[in-house]
């Protein structure tokens, strides 16, 4: 498929739209799907606009040409495409500055680990040692979000975190480029499914101290190390998804 005509292939919005389309792939090769459900939106920073992967496509199939434009301001009108859950993204981009990209998903694991009561997620893994109490808790409904109430009740909880447990529902993540946000959402599923691995073994585990945390947040999640994760992503998506590589270079 190619981009629509309304997206020139050297526009900031189709690199967005790339970089959108290769982390909606990215996604589904981490257990990010269930069927049409869930997001990715990318915006440019300080922006009041973005777009956002349109409802009728799963993150496996997604193109650029699936990716929507779509306002900050709430109530605005909406392309005809835009997710039902448009609030969830408009409510954080409204509250944080810093945020490039959003990734909503019902990814299991996540999902499952977000219902356990009195369990925080701890340093198991490195990607725990990142995520360990930068993931909060909305507990408000386990609904779809579909007003804005709603959507700045979660942006509310999730505050200055890296993302937010939408408790019987699924997850948030946040980040402040595509290549954050995305790589962050691999990281909390993988770091939510060990940790409920080593829960059901039923056997007590040990933790990454102090140090080592302060010392993998500076080494392991630097914005090169984030980038080298990045670029191996995309590798991978082009290995996995050929047709991604004849989509338009930024
Ligand atoms: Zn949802």
Redesign the pocket.
């Known amino acids: 498929m190619t981009i629509t005509p309304t997206m020139p292939t050297t526009s900031p919005a189709s690199v967005l739209a790339r970089q959108g389309a290769i982390g909606a792939r990215a996604l589904s090769t981490g257990g990010h799907d269930d069927f049409n ?3 990715i939106s990318c915006r440019r920073p300080g922006s009041d606009h973005f777009i956002i992967k349109g409802a009728l496509v799963g993150f496996d199939e997604a193109v650029l040409g699936d990716f929507v434009p779509a306002v900050v301001e709430a109530g605005a009108p909406a392309d005809r495409l835009a997710p039902p ?1 448009l609030p ?1 993204h408009q409510a954080i981009y409204s509250a944080r500055d810093d945020v490039g990209a959003i990734v ?3 990814s299991p694991s996540a999902l499952v680990f977000g219902a356990l009561t009195d369990t925080p997620l701890v340093p198991l893994s490195h990607e725990g040692a990142l995520l360990a109490d930068q993931v909060r808790y909305f507990r408000d409904t386990s609904n ?2 579909l007003g804005i109430d709603t959507g700045n009740a979660i942006a509310r909880d999730l505050g200055d975190g890296v993302a937010v447990f ?1 408790v019987n ?2 997850s948030v993540i946040v980040g402040r480029s595509v290549r954050h946000a995305v790589v962050f959402a691999l990281m909390l599923e993988r770091a939510c499914s060990l940790q409920l691995a080593a829960l059901a073994s039923g056997r007590g585990f040990s933790q990454s101290h102090a140090q080592d945390v302060a010392d993998k947040r500076d080494y392991i999640f630097s914005d090169l190390s984030v980038r080298s994760y990045w670029d191996y992503t995309r590798r991978r998506v082009a290995r996995l998804f050929p047709e991604s590589t004849e989509w338009a270079q930024p």
């Open positions: 459900q869930g997001q859950e969830l909503h998903s019902h779809t979000v939408l529902h699924g």
